[in-house]
């Protein structure tokens, strides 16, 4: 069995007389993308800073890339990239001087750094933006280049804390691409995000972190099964077969205007087949029918009651 990638027990992070991390425990599968949502303040960017070295938890255990973030740091940060909240690019070097000295400083030897820096500059459409200074590139080109420059060294696990905050739905996309083709090739993301569709697109398993504490987790697909609101919708051809369907479907809201039959349900493919099963049942036909669920919106407020943008400490 493959050795998960980042493994947390008992995290606890404290901050004077406020907890922080109340004992969450983590495990994101090695290849795979693991989104962690909260609202500000619910200890997000604390939990990446323990998993990447750069704060010390009071208790419980880390290991990333099969080493322990408190005796095997160097060897942990050697596995790993961080692209932060806001890019950590230079303004006044270009774009091939940011990523020729993030090359050095990973001590590539003198005759692999050109071919890494070229090559990332080809992955990444910066080619002709490469000998212009970074105070000239736009914010997606900025975000851009600062993931460029967390490739150098091909780290196994890289950490994205909100990478697409402020750009605009182009780049926001062009930057999805990229996790995209990075989580094709084996590598792990840790991602955190204001925007749940961005999750919602991205992400293999998703936490939601509240106060401190994990709320929930599983697929995005299993948490918005766990917010009420699920349906099935048929239309059906005429009054006559709705007609028949209400009957059939007790508990269904029905739309005359539209011919439609709203049936609460989990949208789980047991919970359909036993709606169509009843429905032929009687040989009523439906037109068409279709699954609505909550998005990860709905989920986000079913858990923590708050929206994602709310301004709490920390």
Do not use: C
């Not at 539209?258 to 709606?275: A, F, H, I, Q």
């Not at 049942?281 to 923590?304: G, W």
């Amino acid at each position: 069995m493959t050795s998960p990638a980042i493994a947390a027990t008992g995290l606890r992070k404290a901050f004077k007389d406020k907890t922080v991390l109340d004992g969450i425990d983590l495990e994101v599968a090695a290849g795979s993308v693991f989104s962690l949502l909260g609202p500000n303040g619910a200890g997000k960017t604390t939990t990446v800073n323990v998993l990447t070295t750069l704060l010390r938890a009071d208790a419980g255990s880390v290991r990333v890339a099969g080493h322990d973030v408190a005796t095997e740091t160097a060897a942990v940060r050697k596995a790993i990239g961080v692209t932060g909240q806001f890019a950590a690019v230079d303004d006044l070097l270009t774009g091939r001087e940011n990523l020729r000295l993030m090359a050095e400083l990973k001590r590539l030897a003198p005759g692999e750094r050109d071919a890494v820096v070229d090559g990332l500059l080809e992955r990444f459409d910066l080619v002709e933006a490469a000998p212009k200074l970074v105070s000239t590139y736009s914010g997606g080109m900025r975000r851009k280049l600062d993931l460029a420059m967390t490739l150098v060294g091909a780290p196994q696990i890289i950490f994205l804390d909100e990478p697409t905050t402020g750009l605009d739905p182009r780049s926001r996309r062009t930057m999805w691409e990229i996790v995209r083709e990075l989580v094709a090739g084996g590598t792990t993301i840790f991602l955190t995000t204001q925007y749940l569709d961005e999750a919602d697109q991205l992400a293999d398993r998703v936490a939601v972190l509240d106060h401190g504490r994990l709320v929930a987790e599983g697929t995005p697909a299993e948490l918005k099964r766990q917010v009420p609101g699920s349906h099935v919708r048929f239309r059906f051809a005429g009054p006559e077969g709705l007609d028949a369907a209400a009957r059939v479907l007790t508990g269904a809201t029905r739309d005359d205007e539209n011919l439609t039959l709203r049936v609460p349900s989990d949208g789980g493919t047991r919970s359909v087949r036993t709606l169509l099963d009843a429905l032929d049942e009687y040989s009523i036909d439906a037109e068409e029918f279709s699954v609505h669920t909550p998005d990860l919106d709905d989920v986000f407020l079913a858990l923590t009651g708050r929206p994602t943008t709310e301004e709490t400490a920390r």
